[in-house]
């Protein structure tokens, strides 16, 4: 496997026994975890311990996440989807019931990764049903939204969230009255605030400003692509 993050032609395996993740690029130092599951990918995905995960991500020391779908009776990829760990914020993160008295570690909690959650441009395919994405179109998604790295955690979440609305809209050109159909969905996401419509227009500020996307007029007229 190539380094989806810089022009490297592969990244190594980490040895055993100092196992942060599964693989390392030796030139950007990028870390990569692989998840991989027999059906396909969509809902939910189980990760490890909670408070670990939300600690990695609260001091930006998560590594990239890939998620394998096989076939199990061929053991072929259907498909291989990086997830950049600056996709991840509160919004893609839920927290499972604590284990049973019963269990044998009793009151652990672990945690899912809401794949469906995800933002289309947050889930970058390697391999597509069966076939291999060239790798320049996969290092370009991943330049795309790098500018994530830099953003504070908390604001991810949102501009994650509004990155969805705006794949769901489905157009290269939209307008801000579009997006504010979403204002339902973002405020049961986002209890805590209370302005809404202030802060889809703040996002859609941040996403242009990082080239996301552009602002056509001042009357709300956006074009994406
Ligand atoms: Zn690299």
Redesign the pocket.
């Known amino acids: 496997m190539y380094?989806p993050?810089?022009s490297?032609k592969e990244i190594k395996t980490f040895p055993n026994n100092k196992k942060v993740a599964d693989f390392y690029?030796p030139?950007?130092s990028?870390q990569f975890q692989l998840k991989c599951q027999s059906k396909s990918l969509g809902g939910r995905i189980t990760d490890g311990a909670y408070d670990s995960l939300i600690t990695a991500m609260n001091l930006k020391e998560l590594p990239n996440f890939f998620f394998l779908h096989y076939a199990p009776t061929s053991y072929s990829v259907q498909n291989l989807t990086l997830v950049p760990s600056f996709f991840f914020s509160d919004s893609i993160i839920e927290k499972r019931k604590p284990l049973s008295e019963n269990a044998r570690r009793r009151g652990w909690v672990g945690c899912n990764i809401l794949y469906k959650n995800i933002a289309d441009d947050g889930k970058i395919k390697i391999i597509e049903n069966g076939k291999i994405v060239k790798p320049e179109k996969v290092r370009e998604s991943w330049k795309k939204t790098s500018f994530l790295k830099n953003v504070q955690v908390e604001s991810r979440g949102w501009l994650n969230d509004v990155m969805n609305c705006v794949n769901e809209i489905g157009k290269k050109d939209f307008e801000l009255e579009e997006v504010y159909t979403f204002k339902e969905y973002l405020s049961e996401l986002h209890p805590q605030n209370k302005n809404v419509k202030a802060k889809i227009r703040q996002q859609l500020q941040i996403l242009r400003d990082n080239n996301f996307l552009k602002f056509i007029d001042n009357k709300g007229k956006y074009h994406v692509g």
């Open positions: 380094c993050a810089c490297s690029c030139e950007c990028e």
